[in-house]
Nanobody, 120 residues
Framework: QVQLVESGGGLVQAGGSLRLSCAAS????????MAWYRQAPGKQRELVAA???????NYADSVKGRFTISRDNAKNAVYLQMDSLEPEDTADYCC??????????????WGQGTQVTVSS
């Protein structure tokens, strides 16, 4: 059973930093793109950042220059360093991955989410 587990959320003041982690476990034969999404109350889920297995990154315009996505392929893990946090960054953050398992390639693996709250 493939699972994604996030950690690192919490409450921080505006201007502060947090680092989110997400690790994939289970019988995994390969991982392609890993990504972080977020969903604020009353809003649609949006892509925050993504990173390919080769290290190519993509960011939402709203977080460019403030957030950094990285990964450790040996650990099947992806990280999101969030600096200069703003109240508008408050949301539930989930990781997503495109994973090769015995079921083939699937990109519908999601973590349980971790809450990030930024106070003004």
């Amino acid at each position: 059973q493939v699972q994604l587990v996030e950690s690192g959320g919490g409450l921080v003041q505006a201007g502060g930093s947090l680092r989110l982690s997400c690790a994939a476990s289970g019988r995994i034969f390969g991982i392609n793109t890993m990504a972080w999404y977020r969903q604020a109350p009353g809003k649609q889920r949006e892509l925050v950042a993504a990173i390919t297995s080769g290290g190519i990154t993509n960011y939402a315009d709203s977080v460019k220059g403030r957030f950094t996505i990285s990964r450790d392929n040996a650990k099947n893990a992806v990280y999101l360093q969030m600096d200069s946090l703003e109240p508008e960054d408050t949301a539930d953050y989930c990781c997503n991955a495109d994973i090769l398992s015995r079921y083939g390639w699937r990109n519908d693996y999601w973590g349980q989410g971790t809450q990030v709250t930024v106070s003004s």
